[in-house]
């Protein structure tokens, strides 16, 4: 599966920030949802969701943190 099949980022949707395709879910909503304990299940049921748009949000957030690149400071001995 491709994260580009079920997540579009369209400038007049969204605020152009990546979203389920035909849902108007961020990305950022679903993915914060599972960083705070939710289930995908109850994420599926708040928002009329599928299991392949989780499933997708996941994958996104894995393609942008391989693709981006942050300083982290580091101490010196």
Do not use: Y
């Not at 708040?46 to 300083?71: G, K, Q, S, T, V």
Request: charged residues 30%.
């Amino acid at each position: 599966m491709k994260w580009q099949d079920r997540i579009s980022i369209r400038a007049n949707v969204c605020h152009g920030k990546a979203c389920i395709k035909g849902r108007r879910v961020m990305v950022s909503v679903i993915l914060a949802s599972l960083a705070e304990g939710d289930t995908p299940e109850t994420i599926m049921a708040d928002f009329h969701l599928e299991p392949d748009d989780i499933r997708a949000a996941i994958l996104f957030a894995a393609d942008m943190a391989e693709d981006r690149f942050l300083p982290l400071e580091q101490e010196v001995a």
